[in-house]
């Protein structure tokens, strides 16, 4: 996990430290001799998590935990754990929150909840509504990204029954967390359910257009998507006419819902709406990497304006590739070109009779996870298929079928694949 997982959690992180104490001095860690620490070292390391106070020593202990080795981190993590699963856990509330943060940066869900969990009991011996709230937080959006939505629902559903002070932090949240589980609900394909409790939210606040912007997302996810294009319209009205909001604010609002309005419409095969939409935002942010490559994949994949859809995405790789670059976690050693941008620029080829050329590129998105989707497997077996490797062709759509998630999207895409495997097969 990189820059962005260290941004989203810093107003998390900064929220939830306690400021009563002037920062510590200096810590003096345990000093590394080149290999991996021993077991004492490691919990001596764990240990001094104890003198961290104040958001800014806490993220820069954060990012270098996530700087090490990914062996290393799940070795202290795993100490950790056992550590914590005593009757008397060392731990104290900062520990617990950054060693949750820490777990969940590096995939570890069950470390993760556990010390979130723990950070949540700590804040209420402590009366603290505000950490008890962002332990909570924590663990419902860890879960979420994790696709653990049945444990992200139960843990709505456990801060939703927690008692607090009228207006105080936990109440505050209360909307937010309400949203968090209907989504929790609907990627659980419960859409009947999610789609009730939206629409229970948006009737008891129908000016709060963040509950229609959720009910948007419940009828996108169960395949409503003609309804779900026509909420995000009435959203995009909603928030250009909210007032209480700082222009630059309420521009990101709009700029987030016309992206999403983007893909549903691509969706439906509207190409010139979606295309519509990300003109829209290309003119807010010409060199948005994403906002590129989308508008060139969508031509691509519609196979019109073939020649500035290769330029468009093409320039989302470099400007990508600069992001990169300036990031504080860049290594040249490491670091490669997004699987679903080479993906983009190897379809766009592929449509221009590019062929050979877009092999190397659909050939370099597959080689991490990240591409190894069915989408882009089906990609390259079309590429193989048209340079007369039928058995490599076939090869991969099986690969693609093997890869399918539970999403609809990917569940619709299998079934065309597994038509072209029993075509080709004769």
Known sequence: MGTQFIAAQAVLLASVVMA???PSAPITRTKRSGGSQDAAGLRQSL???NELTGAGPMRGRLKEMIDERPDDVKKLLAVAFEM??????PFNRNATFLLAMTAESAKEVQVSAHF???????SAKLGSERGMAQAYLGLIQMYQDNKKFAESEKACKEILSLEGAEEGDLDGVRPSVMRSMVVAIARQGDFERALKLANELVKGDPKNWLHLALKARVLR????????ARTYLDVIKKVEKEDRLKEAVRQDYVDDYR????GIYTDLNQIDKAAAQLKLLLEREPNNPTFNNDLGYVWAESGTNLPEAEKLIRKAIDEDRKQRKAGPLYNAETDRDSSAYLDSLGWVLFKQGKTKEARSYLLEAIKDKEGQHTEIYDHLAEVYLELGEKAEALATWKKA????TPSKRDQKRKAEVEKKIEKHEK
Not at 84 to 89: L, P, S, T, V
Request: hydrophobic share 40%; glycine share 0%.
């Open 84 to 89: 914590a699963k005593k009757k008397d856990q």
């Open 259 to 262: 992206y999403l309005l983007s």
């Open 47 to 49: 240990l001094e998590l």
């Open 116 to 122: 979130y969990r723990l950070n949540a009991k700590q």
């Open 401 to 404: 079928v093997e890869s399918a």
């Open 20 to 22: 009563a104490a002037p």
């Open 221 to 228: 996810e169960a395949d409503k998507l003609d309804e779900a």
